[in-house]
């Protein structure tokens, strides 16, 4: 019989969060995109300075656990609602592990700690080709925000309208 559970990374995941950014990126073809190292992972995640927290799906089949996924998450403010909501960065289940329920469960700890945090809203982003993703998120009745266009400044172009 196999159990999944979900608990909160620590610094000591720093690695395994790695790999599972790395597998990440090979699904979604970007894995010439991933800059970030394990000590950036430690720093960035687990610093005293981060507002970001992790979490850690695990298997556990016959007194052995393996971990299995992670997500990455942060609050963002809403000043409509006046309050903080829950954004996810990053969810990923390697892939000999899904249909087991391990996203769900990620899933749900997410809006079970939302609700606790008095969120007004989780929200994420999908690209627009990942029909599973899609698929698995309208299943649980989330909803996509059609009428939102997402912008970013990163890298150069960021650094060169940041002087400019």
């Not at 996509?144 to 960021?158: C, F, H, R």
Request: aromatic residues 12%; proline residues 2%; glycine residues 8%.
């Amino acid at each position: 019989m196999s159990n999944i559970i979900i608990r909160e990374a620590s610094v000591n995941d720093a690695a395994q969060i790695h790999h599972f950014i790395t597998e990440l990126a090979i699904y979604e073809k970007a894995e010439h995109e991933v800059i970030a190292s394990v000590d950036d992972i430690k720093r960035s995640i687990f610093g005293e300075e981060s507002t970001v927290s992790a979490l850690i799906c695990e298997k556990e089949d016959k007194g052995s656990v393996e971990a299995i996924g992670f997500a990455v998450y942060f609050y963002n403010y809403s000043t409509w609602l006046g309050k903080n909501g829950l954004y996810l960065e990053d969810l990923y289940v390697s892939p000999g592990y899904r249909g087991l329920g391990a996203g769900k469960a990620l899933l749900k700890q997410l809006a079970k700690i939302a609700v606790s945090k008095g969120c007004g809203r989780f929200e994420w982003s999908v690209l627009d080709w990942n029909t599973p993703s899609i698929e698995f998120y309208e299943s649980i009745g989330a909803k996509p925000k059609s009428e939102w266009i997402g912008y970013q400044l990163a890298g150069d172009t960021l650094v060169d309208f940041s002087q400019s």
